[in-house]
Structures are given as structure tokens and as C-alpha cells.
RNA sequence: UCGGAAGAUCGGAUGGCUGCGGGGCUUUUGUUGCGUGUGUUUUGGGACUAUUCCCGGAGCAGGCGGAUCAAGGCUUCGAGGAAAGUCCGGGCAUCAUGGAAACACGGCGCCGGGGAAAUCCCGGAUGGAGUAAUCCACUGGACAGGGCCACAGAAAAAAUGUAGCUGGGAAAACAACCCCCAGUCAUAAUGAAAAGGUGCGGUAAGAGCGCACCGCGCGACCGGUAACGGAAGCGGCAUGGUAACCCCCGCCGGAUGCAAGAUCAAAUAGGGGCCGCACAUGAUGCGUUUUCACAUCGUGGCCCGGGUCGAUCGCUUGACGAAUCUGGUAACAGAUUGCGCAGAUGAAUAGCCAUCCCCGACAGAACCCGGCUUACAGGUCUUCCGAAAAU
């Protein structure tokens, strides 16, 4: 879209129901104290995110506002800088994504990237 | 100074790096389509002896103009007092509806004022709490009618008469008990409540039977816009509670909610129109057969219509807020202004770091506005009350 940096270019955004549940359908998913991630190959030439942070985890609006802006802010950091060309990959707030220290969380997505082999 | 009451207001600050959503201005290149006019090719019609001229269609090339979208730059704005609960009142939209009224159903219920309206707000009345400031109250009608009032108690509503008290009768030597008749409810027992209370008189015993005080009912008159308050006098006392049970009286009320709804519009199904082509010596249609005529049946293109995905609008400047002044006890109203006001749609307003302090509560707009209710760390200000001290 109009992402002016140089890097986040390279992300898209999912934003239909049905491209979450064919990620969700690929059965590739890990699980890190701070977040869950799931992946899926999308036969494209850029890679695509989206946030997933459930009414179940936290009823306040406020905190899943909070648990949404930290993993966007992951996002453009990290995955911009390690996820391949082709992917498009989804995560998933857990209840400890509101406190865990941010480079905690750095260290989670990289190590839910390294198992999933990407 | 201490304790208390009411109201208003704020809702971490500063800086750095990296970012997000909306608006405006601007630059560049690209994209799409539009307008304009130029050159050129081709073609139809007309005028003319002809060169040529006039009118129209199609294609190509590049020019200019002002837009759309994308990217870059600059600039500006970017959550709350409750954004919450979705409990009321409106705006707005669609649907229904000839008008009006009545019935049904639901809601509301002291008086006056404010307000678009409300079950809201302000002021007052009444009752209650507090030494006070002040606070609390779903506050019409129980002689229109019905229902209910547990347990206890003789009796729970136009009272009754269990124990008891008194008189008479009967019986008897006399008295008492038992029995019969009459009067009565002071006394006793039950209860949340027992049909005025206390005292004196009175009586066979008693009773508002009489009187005084208190209470109650009616109430001339006075004050107040009103709710209501005060009250001379009159009445011997009469209409127990519950309407948050039905009900009666008065007033109010269509339904559904922005996923409302409007516009544009790929696609698909079925439908309609126009044009071209094709067949046909065919099939079907009007009782049968033959002949003739007519209509329909095929296919391609374009258009209309349809309205899915999608897009745009609705969508934020309004019964708005703020400041100042004026009127009003106040709610509020009026005037003025180099004043302020998000608009997303997998949904922006952030992530990380540093410093400081009292170490940060409840909590995130989703069509808009007015209320109500509920949640809330801490700070600031104003007014008032009580006590103590000082003057």
C-alpha cells in the first residue's frame, strides 16, 4: 500500500476472515511464552501479516488495544528483516503479551520463525 | 487548626529514535479516462468541367488543459469523563398508515419553572435523618368496585363477645358454684395492627354517657401562582392497612435501527429491445388430411434491465463546546468572538528508550445529540456547617 520506509514495503496485511482460516488450515503453528505464530506459504511475491487477539484472552478493549499496537510494532521490526519473500504468517496475543519486556518478545518470534523453519 | 457537608475541575510531565490514520498545499513520474484543438491515413454523402470546397464517421501520432489514483516533500489535526452499561428521550433513515377518536397493551404520577423531549435538570411543598451545613423518599385515588391481611387470637372490618364484670330469674336455711335471661367490654389473653388516648366525674357494672387536655374530622377566614401552610369555630369520634395485587382517574407512546438507507457497478440466472447471419424441402401451433399464409423455435454482436463481489455516499459543524458580558435564587436564556471541534472499517492516535515526580485509577470513539446508571489512584479550587483557639 503506501508504506513509505524502505523496509515495511515488503509487508502486506491480511484483513479477510478467509485468509486467516487458510493460514489457520496449514497446520503450522508454534507457541512462545509470549505469542503463537502461524505460517503459510501464499504464492506470492511479498509477505503478508495479521494480528489475532481474542475477546477470550482479555475482556477490556483497552488491553487487547495494547496487546495489538505491541505485535504490530514486532511486526514491522522483526518480520520485516527475517521473514521470506512468499509467506504470509499470522500472530497470536497471548495473555502474557501484555507485560513480557519487549526484547523477550523479539526473542519468542525468532525462535517460533527458527522452528518453523522459515 | 481539627472534624464534616456540597459543588467544580484535572486525569503524569519533558525529550530522543522509529512509526500510524484523516485533511490541506506542493513536486515528479507513471496509470486511467475526459475535454480541446493539430497533423496524417481511410471512408460515406453533397456541390463542381476540374484543381478543389462543404458536412459526417473510423484509426494512428504527438500537443495543451484540468481531474482521478499511486509515490515523495511540507504542514496541520488525531479518544473519554465516563468513550463503558445500552436503561430512557430525540434527530436521521426505511417500512406501515386517508383523518380523528375509542378500545387493548405498555409507561409515567406532589407543585412551579427550564428544556426539542424525557422516568432529565432547577427551585419549592410534604414526610423522615442529622447539633448543623445538608442528605434521603416509585409522593394521584382505599366512601367506584373486587381481592388479600400469615401465625396467634373469641374476633382482622358496616365487628365480635372467649375468660370476665353487673342485675334479674331458677334453686336454696343463707351464701357461692352450676343453669336460664338481660346489660356490658373497664379488666385479662393474641397480634405489626383490636375501631380514639390520659385523667376526673358518672354507673348495678360499664360505655364520649358528661367534662378538661391531647389526637382526629369538617372548616369561615388569612398567606401563597400552586403544592401547601396557619386558623376562629363546629362535631363527641365517624371512612384499619395494602394500589410495589387487580383496579379507577389523568397524561404520554406506530415498528425497526447506520449491518438504517442511498448511489455506482465486474459477474451469474432468468427477462426485454435492436441489428446481422443461418437454415427451412425442417419442427411446433389452430379437430383430421392436403395446400397456401402467418407466428415461434437457431446463432453472433450491441443495448436496456437486473443487482452479487467490490466501491462511493450516509460520516461528522451540531438543539455543539469554550471564554466574556447581560437577565435569572437556580436550571437556563440572550449577545459577542482573529477561539475549539477524531472519523477509522482486520479498524489510526503507537513501539522502544532516557530523565523527573506524589510512581500514574477506571478505562478505547464506530451515525449524531440530551440524560440516567455503574467504575475510578491521586491532585487542585470554591462555598458552607460544627468545635477549639485568637482578636
Known sequence: MHTPSNQSHLLGRLKQRPEFLRVAQEQRRWTATGLSVQIAPNARDTSRFGL?????????AVKR?????????????????????GYD??????????????DDLKKDLLWCLKRLGV
Open 65 to 85: 488495544n495494547r496487546i495489538r499496537r505491541r505485535l504490530r510494532a514486532l511486526a514491522y521490526e522483526v518480520l520485516s528483516e527475517f521473514l521470506p519473500q
Open 89 to 102: 504468517i499470522v500472530l497470536i496475543g497471548r495473555a502474557e503479551t501484555l507485560e513480557r519486556p519487549y
Open 52 to 60: 489475532t487477539i481474542t475477546k477470550k484472552i482479555y475482556k477490556e
